[in-house]
Each structure stands twice: as structure tokens, then as C-alpha cells.
């Protein structure tokens, strides 16, 4: 079994400032890890994935997170947030090489509100 | 590519009456997942298929609830006898059938989102 744990509810930043949202992992297993971004009344968008190979990963609106084996963390960074990056990001796991499906298990979400 | 699409986007009803919810995956991906999610909380998996079988179920799926995908493509959930516990986003997700880790990427649908009166 796996469980993520999003350690702030709530990170509140100006707009310019750098930011960082923590996710830290349990599992028995080797998983894959993502970042999901919901916006008001929508659904998930992948931000960004970790599946194999460089342990930093980057997204194409500045977001990059690092996978750290050894803490078992997978946080998101953000050198200068803009307004638009208001919106709650999922930090979510899914089990390598079970034979089946991978069913992702979600952290309880990070709302990021970036204020001028 | 058109993306997953649910509809529909939402939903109001009155407790016991019965609803179903339709999701369109990306045109031939193999796999399709639903998720609830709650308010505050992050999604949860409710069940899967790979093309038209259903392979696993959660817990949470109590047996008012059943999924079905007839063809292989496209996937309703229907819940009998709606409770107010049933007021959530439903999403639905879908992934690629190409080998490896690549399988694993989920790519989400805009969510039904029920309200039980």
C-alpha cells in the first residue's frame, strides 16, 4: 500500500517569490511519482511525472520537483510564482510493476494563492 | 487528441433517485480509471478497466454503484439510490497502451461533479 503525505494545506506567496510544496511518500514498493494542478472547478492536469531516470523533472511553466530516494520526498518548486499559479496541486503516487494497473494514490492537496 | 471529456459537467439530484455519469477516454487508450474526490480532499480510486474489463474495484465502491464499459471505449457509472454521502467530483482518467512506464500517466477528464439533495 501507498500513502502521500502533503504536508501544507495552505501556502500563501507573492507573486515573484519563490515557492516550494512539500510531498513526502510511504510504500512498499518502487513507485512513479506526479504532480497534478486542479484550477477552480476543473479537473487534474499532470504537471509533471518522475518515471525513471534523471531524478530532477521539469514542467514547461517553470515547475520542477526532485525526487529524493532516500527521504522519500517529491516536492515542487517554483523560482518566481505568477498569479495564474493560484490552484491546488496534487502530489500522487502510483506502484511500479504490480501486474496491473497502477491505481494512483493522491496526497490531500496543497492550495497555492499567489497575492500581488 | 481530444483530451478525456465527461458529461455531464454537473449534476443536482434528490436522494434515492438514480444517476449515471458518461466518460470519453483519449481515443485508443486501453485504460480508464474512476476517481472520486470530495471537497478538501485529494481523488480517490474507485475502479479501473483494461479495454472492456473491469479488473479491480475499491472498497468504496459500495454495490449501489457499477461501472461498465461495453466497447471497450467509452465508460458510465451509474450510483442507484443516491445518498447526500454521494455528493462529490467524480473524475475519470485514461492512459496509454504503450508498454512500460509509460502506461502509468494518467491524463484526467473535467469531473461530474453531484450534488445529492
Known amino acids: 500500500a501507498q500513502s502521500v503525505t502533503q504536508l501544507d494545506s495552505q501556502v500563501p506567496v507573492f507573486e515573484e517569490a519563490p515557492v516550494e510544496l512539500r510531498c513526502n511518500y510511504s510504500s512498499s514498493v518502487s513507485v512513479y511519482l506526479f504532480w497534478y494542478v486542479q484550477y477552480p472547478n476543473q479537473g487534474l492536469q499532470l504537471l509533471l511525472k518522475y518515471l525513471s531516470g534523471s531524478t530532477l523533472v521539469e514542467s514547461i511553466n517553470g515547475f520542477e520537483a526532485e525526487f529524493n530516494k532516500s527521504q522519500t520526498s517529491f516536492h515542487l518548486r517554483k523560482p518566481s510564482v505568477h498569479i495564474s499559479d493560484t490552484a491546488e496541486y496534487f502530489c500522487?503516487?502510483?506502484?511500479?510493476?504490480?501486474?496491473?494497473?497502477?491505481?494512483?494514490?493522491f496526497g490531500t492537496g496543497t492550495r497555492l494563492q499567489v497575492t500581488l | 487528441d481530444t483530451g478525456v471529456s465527461q458529461n455531464p459537467r454537473h449534476k443536482i439530484t434528490k436522494r434515492g433517485q438514480n444517476v449515471t455519469f458518461r466518460c470519453d477516454p483519449i481515443s485508443e487508450h486501453n485504460r480508464l480509471y474512476w476517481y472520486r474526490q470530495t471537497l478538501g480532499q485529494g481523488p480517490e480510486f474507485l475502479t479501473y478497466f483494461q479495454n472492456e474489463a473491469q479488473l479491480e474495484k475499491s472498497r468504496l465502491l459500495s454495490d449501489r454503484f457499477s461501472a461498465e464499459r461495453p466497447k471497450g471505449s467509452f465508460s458510465t457509472l451509474e450510483i442507484q439510490r443516491t445518498e447526500q454521502g454521494d455528493s462529490a467530483m467524480y473524475l475519470c482518467?485514461?492512459?496509454?497502451?504503450?508498454?512500460?512506464?509509460?502506461?502509468?500517466?494518467?491524463?484526467f477528464g473535467p469531473g461530474t461533479r453531484l450534488l445529492v439533495l
Open positions: 500522487a503516487v502510483g506502484p511500479i510493476n504490480t501486474g496491473t494497473a497502477s491505481k494512483l494514490t
Open positions: 482518467a485514461s492512459s496509454s497502451p504503450r508498454r512500460g512506464p509509460w502506461q502509468e500517466t494518467q491524463y
